[in-house]
């Protein structure tokens, strides 16, 4: 299954939270419950399944995992059987996939590593980091942007001209930040926020509030 404890995959019956039960199970759940408390609501109401392998964990164990995924808004897919799917094969590639659905039901590009200076993800739709962007890392995406980190880098959302567009991290501290046409250069607008932030538009103007799931 590879080396990653946990790793969370879009499928188009919705997300498949992949294990690996060669870890030890306290180990599994603390991991699963970080990646929740990371991702602050983002995935709030979409359709999850949990893959063990082949070799599976016993049922109660399986039962503490979902509900952690209940607790974080997340709503058990009753008519998968992903714990008897054929387990998926390695891959060397390390190039993001697409991830589950948005609240408006657009699929959107995952990329699950951090973005550190030099790369730059562009994709037509919406994009999901699962890490942060750091310091001369760019996105370009022509819907939104979900930053499950930090957001140091240079991001343009909606950059095909779509102004409903929004920017999502849990910290906001980029060095350039733009929304369709309009363009923001923040002074530390995140630095100290103890919630995932929003960039929106509001007329012409880029503005900053604490981000709310559905809205």
Known sequence: MGNEMISIKGTKN???????PNHNFEDIRKTLLNKMESSRGFFKGAKFSIFQGSQGIPDNQKNELEDICRQFGLVLNKDSHTA???????????????APQTNN??????VK????????????KHIVVLGDV???AEIVSGGSILIMGSCRGTVHAGAH??????????????????????????DRTGANAEHCQAARLSGTRIIFEKFQPGR
Do not use: N
Not at 113 to 124: A, D, E, H, K, T
């Open 84 to 98: 008897h799917i054929k387990e998926p094969t390695k891959s060397p590639s390390r190039s993001p996939r697409i």
């Open 105 to 110: 039901g657009e699929a959107a590009l995952m």
């Open 113 to 124: 590593r951090s973005l550190r200076s030099g790369q730059r993800i562009v994709y037509p």
């Open 161 to 186: 001209g779509d102004r409903t567009a929004k920017i999502v991290a849990r910290r906001l501290e980029p060095i350039s930040l733009s929304i369709a046409d309009a363009r923001h250069q923040p």
């Open 134 to 136: 750091h310091p001369g």
């Open 14 to 20: 919705g997300l498949v939270i992949v294990l690996d």
